[in-house]
């Protein structure tokens, strides 16, 4: 008998065997479709339906998907997300065309090409003392009401209908990766080196914010949440972006901490985000409480092999994603992208734990032809018993 959606998803993360792998695609920047494949998949489905973007942040460039698309791409989830606050958001609208666009943190970025954006405002850049950060002024308010006022009422309503399992994702870069957007990641790697008490300073200051909103955030879903979506971007194609031995003394605290938090407010589970071959760091994860793995990077290092990780990993961990968008989603056909589908759902599929979706976000250069094979590979694949 076939399952909902949500049954579907909350059967593989209370480590039981659903109906078929549960499709995760389209509510977190992470999990997300660019606006130019969103648009042409409207286009090949016959859907009319306007070109949001999600967290009302057009510079982001990732679409907020209609219902109607969504069903089509057989999505389990569904999203609830916060905001900017609101005069961010008005200052951003109200701003000169092709301006740096600049977040609450004061940091931002610059248009490099018409409507393509890249992360280069870093208003700490050239700081390395504690004391530049007891004096910087551009903390952002995370208690603003208006990032959450929404959150409440979107959540009850997902939560009412019972139909997709509520992923829910505040826009948080987190520590590793906002420390990144306030002085570079040149800098800051640099200063995790050279000034390791201010860099651990710098992240602990980004955490106590960060935790800031999550907690009033997890206030206004209350129960009506199923994921909850974090991460750090830790591994390059072929390593670590900072050694086990660095991550386990100056960021693993932060991260068990945060997740801690999490858990105290919510019985929702963790996905962790982070992408590149972050494979000696998986027992690291589990052990602070990461239910969910994503999006794991194929064609990244250790990550690629598949049947390693299940072996190792799959009683522990779920595991989230897996369709490289690097080299099958951008340049392959419908039929690669299929046996592709095949392949991994063979890999990582048996005995549950797996809930597929791309690498990271759709970007510009995937086909809506190949999005589309990919959901439904699924279907034609993704059906248990395997």
Not at 132 to 159: F, N, Q
Not at 193 to 214: N, S, T, Y
Not at 263 to 272: P, Y
Not at 346 to 362: D, E, I, K, R, S
Request: with cysteine.
């Amino acid at each position: 008998m076939a399952m909902t959606s949500r049954e579907r998803v909350l059967s593989v993360i209370n480590r039981e065997i659903p109906d078929r792998v549960p499709i995760v695609l389209g509510v977190s920047n992470a999990t997300g479709i660019k606006m130019k494949p969103y648009r042409g998949i409207k286009r090949l489905i016959g859907v009319e339906a306007p070109d949001d973007y999600l967290y009302q942040w057009p510079e982001l460039g990732t679409a907020h998907i209609d219902e109607a698309t969504m069903r089509r791409l057989r999505s389990d989830v569904r999203g609830v997300t916060d905001l900017e606050p609101a005069h961010v958001l008005a200052a951003n609208r109200a701003r000169p065309a092709h301006s740096n666009y600049i977040d609450s943190w004061a940091s931002g970025a610059e248009e490099i090409a018409p409507d393509e954006w890249f992360p280069s405002v870093h208003p700490l850049r050239q700081a390395t003392t504690i004391e530049e950060l007891d004096a910087y002024a551009g903390w952002p308010d995370m208690t603003d009401p208006s990032r959450i006022a929404h959150v409440a009422r979107d959540a009850r309503a997902l939560a009412k209908a019972g139909e997709h399992a509520i992923l829910a994702t505040p826009w948080l870069l987190f520590p590793f990766e906002r420390a990144h957007a306030m002085q570079g990641m040149d800098h800051f790697l640099l200063n995790m080196g050279l000034h390791p008490d201010f860099a651990v300073a710098l992240l602990e200051r980004i955490a106590a914010h960060c935790k800031l909103l999550m907690a009033a955030f997890l206030r206004a879903l209350g129960p009506n949440v199923d994921i909850i979506k974090i991460g750090d971007d830790l591994g390059t194609q072929s390593s670590l972006m900072i050694s086990p031995k660095m991550y386990r003394r100056m960021l693993k605290p932060i991260h068990a901490d945060f997740i801690a938090l999490i858990k105290e407010h919510t019985d929702a589970k963790v996905l962790f985000h982070t992408d590149g071959d972050v494979e000696p760091l998986i027992g690291d994860f589990i052990e602070i409480g990461v239910d969910i793995l994503n999006p794991i990077q194929t064609s990244a290092g250790k990550m690629s092999d598949l049947a390693a990780l299940k072996a190792k990993y799959g009683e522990q961990i779920v595991f989230c994603g897996a369709i490289d968008t690097h080299r099958v989603l951008p340049f392959g056909t419908p039929e690669d992208v299929r046996q592709e589908v095949r392949r991994v759902i063979a890999a990582l599929g048996p005995g549950g734990g797996f809930m597929l979706g791309a690498v990271h976000t759709v970007m510009d250069d995937v086909p809506p032809q190949n999005v589309l094979a990919m959901v439904d590979a699924v279907e034609e694949f993704g059906h248990y018993p395997m």
